[in-house]
């Protein structure tokens, strides 16, 4: 699954010991690896690894939670919208998403993992379903919504661990 050395894996595990609100991508790019190495490394209660072939499966169960925050982060942007997820639909070789603030068409053949990562991020918990390429680049990320506290929305919670536990680990 993961071609990392021992020694490698140990030097990633001790830099997210030492920072355990470190940006997963950052972490990534310091050490060298893919975001999924990163993910494989992570501690087993912060994620579960389901296959990327579920791709639809969990964008149409995404479409039910409300609104959330979809983040693209390449080497050059960090790109948020929040928002619900439209209900998508394949066709022409992309997933696609009709709506706004979230549109767009998403190439679901090239996922190859999907992992449900719960996880401190700066200082706040945070609970995610991140999506992975062949290359174990990471394609996208849908964050949990907030209410005006700024507490995760328990509902989506709810929605986040029911979906986790249902798929299984692969």
Same mark, same amino acid.
Not at 6 to 13: D, G, L, N, P, V
Not at 80 to 86: D, F, I, L, R, Y
Not at 111 to 140: E, H, W, Y
């Given at each position: 699954?993961?071609?990392?050395?021992?020694?490698?894996?140990?030097?990633?595990?001790?830099?997210?010991?030492?920072?355990? $609100?470190?940006?997963?991508?950052?972490?990534?790019?310091?050490?060298?690896?893919?975001?999924?190495?990163?993910?494989?490394?992570?501690?087993?209660?912060?994620?579960?690894?389901?296959? !990327?072939?579920?791709?639809?499966?969990?964008?149409?169960?995404?479409?039910?939670? !409300?609104?959330?925050?979809?983040?693209?982060?390449?080497?050059?942007?960090?790109?948020?919208?929040? !928002?619900?997820?439209?209900? !998508?639909?394949?066709?022409?070789?992309?997933?696609?998403?009709? $709506?706004?603030?979230?549109?767009?068409?998403?190439?679901?053949?090239?996922?190859?993992?999907?992992?449900?990562?719960?996880?401190?991020?700066?200082? %706040?918990?945070?609970? %995610?379903?991140?999506?992975?390429?062949?290359?174990?680049?990471?394609?996208?990320?849908?964050?949990?919504?907030?209410?005006?506290?700024?507490?995760?929305?328990?509902?989506?919670?709810?929605?986040?661990?029911?979906?986790?536990?249902?798929?299984?680990?692969?």
């Amino acid at each position: 699954m993961n071609s990392l050395s021992t020694e490698k894996k140990q030097a990633i595990q001790t830099s997210l010991s030492e920072n355990p $609100g470190a940006v997963l991508d950052y972490v990534a790019k310091e050490h060298e690896v893919s975001a999924l190495d990163i993910i494989h490394c992570l501690p087993e209660h912060q994620t579960r690894l389901v296959d !990327g072939a579920l791709f639809e499966t969990v964008m149409l169960e995404v479409s039910d939670w !409300g609104d959330i925050t979809f983040l693209v982060h390449t080497e050059d942007l960090i790109l948020e919208a929040k !928002g619900s997820v439209p209900k !998508g639909k394949s066709a022409r070789g992309f997933y696609n998403l009709h $709506g706004a603030p979230i549109g767009g068409h998403l190439k679901g053949e090239n996922c190859d993992a999907i992992a449900f990562v719960s996880r401190p991020l700066f200082s %706040s918990d945070t609970k %995610s379903v991140q999506f992975f390429n062949k290359k174990g680049g990471c394609m996208f990320k849908i964050y949990l919504g907030r209410d005006e506290n700024r507490q995760m929305l328990s509902s989506q919670i709810e929605a986040f661990e029911a979906l986790k536990s249902k798929l299984g680990s692969s």
